[in-house]
């Protein structure tokens, strides 16, 4: 047997071995990632979902004008039953840390919001409206914040003929009170 065939031979084997091993690491890197976008697309989803419904249990609850002794149980239990604790724990642990930020913030002006509901604040008062407009801005800050993430393009304003995301120049009782329509843009 000759020495150079054996050479060849053993040297073609290894080379195809680490090819094999290569492109397996690769395709597993990629799986790894594209189940870390999927879990986070999923979360991204749910947490705005479960903001979505204790916002709409608060306004809710603005609306109806419930007895004031039953308000702070009924706004604790908004964020409860919407499972918003529980998704952002799981936002902290799979969100990037822009999205994890922007949810935070989101969910710091939902708090806001469920006190001033807590506090008797109806939907027509300023009280509720000097809360509630920061909500709207920190919501759409956060889905332009996902959306630019996942897609790598974000809405803006514009796209809904809009001047800023916080809804101040489409909502009734702003501009009814005269306030600056025209707030800071991000």
Do not use: K
């Not at 919501?139 to 803006?156: F, I, S």
Request: aromatic share 8%.
């Amino acid at each position: 047997m000759e020495w150079g065939t054996l050479v060849a031979t053993l040297g073609g084997g290894l080379i195809a071995i680490a090819g094999t091993v290569l492109a397996d690491r690769l395709r597993t890197r990629q799986e790894h990632r594209r189940g870390l976008q999927a879990r986070r697309r999923d979360v991204y989803t749910e947490f705005i979902a479960a903001a979505g419904a204790a916002h709409t249990e608060l306004r809710r609850l603005a609306q109806s004008g419930a007895e004031a002794t039953g308000l702070e149980e009924a706004s604790r239990l908004a964020l409860t039953d919407a499972r918003i604790y529980e998704v952002r724990e799981r936002l902290f642990i799979d969100a990037s840390a822009r999205i994890a930020g922007t949810g935070q913030a989101m969910f710091e002006c939902l708090r806001a919001l469920r006190r001033t509901v807590a506090a008797g604040a109806d939907v027509s008062t300023p009280a509720f409206h000097d809360i509630y407009h920061p909500y709207l801005d920190a919501v759409w800050a956060y889905r332009e914040a996902v959306r630019n993430e996942l897609e790598g393009h974000a809405l803006a304003p514009a796209d809904f003929g809009w001047s800023a995301w916080d809804g101040h120049e489409r909502c009734p009782h702003c501009r009814q009170r005269g306030t600056n329509t025209q707030p800071e843009q991000r």
